[in-house]
């Protein structure tokens, strides 16, 4: 483009770019974080009628430690994680006005949310002392969204890189982020209504949907405001639609700002799904709460993107370019089906069918069948999409991963990033709507155990990464289990660990064929940092652990000789396969041993599945 500097142009005397401090960044989405929790036990505690739990403030029937209640201890949950949340906003706002004084776009929300927060406070002691008066809680709420999304400018823009002492930038001038912001106006709006609904009553004032008992502007005034909420959501719907088709066509909208908005407009649908459930089935607590969660997740995620579109050209939360996909295979549907690791997507399937089965004793009925296998495999075909976008900068340094949608050039890094969050969150959705609340909380927590503490952290910060991270390849089959019975058992947990003592056997076998792989990239796998005959040996542990764990499942449980004689035959030719591997110790034993391990787990579950239909 004429008059645009080149990237090989520098300026003498103007530093690098550099990154805000990271305290801050940490701190502002800590509070974030936090905050988006302090809505959601909130929530809790307004579906639970546990409001007056606490009948005075700060103490609880003037004593520090509330009463052995549950409305009392979900009360006083609400006021610590308030405590924790305003101490980590005070922090914050401390923080930027040390460190980020110039910059306006840190240290002014900062600031503005220290004082939407005393406001806050204020107005939770007047609602317990009050009693909950409905336009104090829609002012309550009103608030809570504005200090959640002031934080979550603040997380933006400390994540810019700032380039000398030039200040981040954020602007409301360009006409996408002007229809951004629009689209945030018009979502509060909506968020904030709806606790007017709820406070007026008027949430079951239209027994059908979408239409009010039969017809479409009511009679009656309640029935009117809950009319015109649905039609709020319409036109709230559309236009998180319209702003997400949007930011795909503009070209210099970066990777953050299109995955948040994507993610916004899968929300604004559950948000609708959930609103309709509850009318249809009576306004249930754990919906209720559900649409409250939803309504924070879809504002922060909007607020996200509105940030992310309003800065200046030129900022990015990129460090460096990435690569651009083909554009003739960009589209190809079997480059985004290999994001989602098929042949890990199976395995995990037949756990989490399994899990359904076992705890059942028998077939679960179709519904629950089809909700949780489509529902898990969303969530587990989204979390490995997410693994692949967190990866991507280590899979083009290895031979077995250089071959894989993004390193290839098959599909974009910012469309892997939205594919794989909404597949997530309408996995989530699924099994929260489709099978039940357990299931849809155990695969959430998969989700984030497996991209956020295994694949962000874990993953290059120790050699025992794959044991502490075995635990989400095991979370599927606690999903299934949950699912097919409404929660969990001992038997479920023993299954658990069952699989989380098989993974470090089974993967560390693929490390020793592909240690220099890892050594290259730099992922401190077993073999690398402590040798292969420490890793074999540790191997032949796992692995003893492993049969260990199936035989006393067996004695607990009491099966029969079927279920005995697979464990014990199957464990045999495990141990085997273990033992010939610790003493020859070659690439081509550690690939048998990579190999059966996934065989005898499938052959493993298989078995136990059959057990549970014969007895």
């Given amino acids: 483009m004429p008059g645009a500097p080149s990237k090989l142009e520098t300026n003498a005397g103007v530093p690098s770019p550099r990154k805000a401090p990271g305290r801050l960044r940490s701190l502002a989405l800590a509070a974030a974080v936090c905050l988006y929790l302090l809505i959601v036990v909130g929530a809790i505690v307004r579906v639970t009628g546990s409001g007056l739990g606490c009948p005075d403030w700060p103490l609880c029937y003037g004593r520090l430690l509330p009463p052995l209640r549950t409305d009392a201890l979900l009360e006083y949950s609400h006021r610590w994680t308030a405590a924790l949340a305003s101490l980590l906003v005070v922090a914050m706002a401390v923080q930027a006005g040390r460190k980020a004084r110039q910059t306006p776009w840190i240290w002014v929300p900062a600031l503005l949310a220290v004082v939407a927060l005393a406001f806050q406070v204020s107005l939770g002691a007047v609602t317990v002392l009050l009693e909950t008066p409905p336009p104090i809680v829609a002012i309550h709420m009103a608030l809570a969204l504005i200090i959640l999304g002031l934080q979550w400018v603040v997380v933006v823009s400390a994540s ?25 106006v018009v979502v509060f709006i909506l968020l904030v209504s709806g606790t007017v609904v709820r406070g007026s009553g008027a949430s079951m004032a239209c027994a059908g949907f979408p239409l009010c008992d039969g017809v479409l502007w009511p009679g009656h005034p309640l029935g009117r405001v809950q009319m015109l909420h649905r039609g709020l959501a319409l036109v709230a719907g559309l236009t998180v639609w319209w702003l997400a088709a949007r930011m795909w066509r503009t070209r210099s909208i970066g990777p953050a700002a299109r995955a948040s908005v994507s993610l916004a407009s899968v929300l604004i649908v559950a948000q609708a799904w ?54 003739s295979l960009a589209g190809s549907m079997g480059a985004y089906f290999l994001l989602t690791k098929p042949a890990i997507l199976l395995l995990l399937l037949f756990t989490t069918l399994a899990g359904m089965v076992v705890g059942r004793g028998s077939w679960p009925p179709w519904s629950i069948v ?38 290839a050039g098959l599909v974009r890094p910012d469309r892997a990033l939205a594919f794989g969050l909404v597949l997530c969150a309408t996995g989530f959705y699924v099994l929260a709507l489709g099978v039940n609340w357990a299931a849809a909380v155990l695969a ?14 874990l993953k290059r910060a120790t050699p025992q990464n794959i044991v502490v991270g075995g635990g989400a390849g095991a979370m599927p089959l606690l999903v299934g289990w949950a699912a097919g019975t409404g929660g969990l058992s001992m038997q479920a947990f023993l299954l658990f660990f069952l699989v989380f003592f ?17 050594r290259k990239a730099g992922i ?27 035989i006393l499942i067996g004695a607990i449980a009491r099966e029969g000789w079927f279920y005995f004689g697979s464990a014990v035959a199957l464990g045999l030719l495990l141990l085997l396969h273990a033992w010939r591997l610790w003493k020859d110790g070659s690439t081509k034993r550690a690939w048998r041993m990579y190999r059966f391990s996934s065989l005898y787990l499938a052959l493993f579950f298989g078995a136990i599945m059959l057990n549970a239909l014969w007895r």
């Fill in 160 to 184: 810019a890189p700032q380039a000398g002492d030039r200040p981040v930038r954020l602007t409301l001038r360009q006409p996408l982020a002007a229809q951004a912001s629009a689209t945030l």
């Fill in 274 to 327: 959930i609103g309709a459930r509850s009318v249809l089935e009576g306004i249930p607590p754990v919906l209720t709460g559900l649409h409250v969660a939803t309504a924070a997740a879809l504002w922060s995620a909007l607020v996200i993107s509105t940030s992310l579109t309003a800065r200046v050209p030129g900022e990015s939360l990129e460090e460096s370019p990435e690569p651009q996909a083909s554009a």
């Fill in 370 to 407: 089809v909700g949780t296998m489509v529902g898990g495999a969303l969530a587990a075909a989204g979390a490995s999409a997410l693994n692949q976008y967190t990866d991507r900068r280590t899979d083009v340094l290895m031979a077995r991963t250089r071959g894989r949608p993004i390193p």
């Fill in 444 to 457: 959430l927590i998969g989700m984030v155990y497996y991209v956020a503490l295994y694949g962000l952290v």
């Fill in 502 to 518: 098989w993974t470090p056997a089974h993967f560390w076998a693929l490390a020793l064929v592909r240690q220099a792989d890892y």
């Fill in 524 to 550: 401190p796998m077993l073999p690398v940092v402590a040798g292969e005959p420490s890793t074999r040996a540790q191997i032949a542990l796992y692995s003893a652990q492993v049969v260990i764990i199936t």
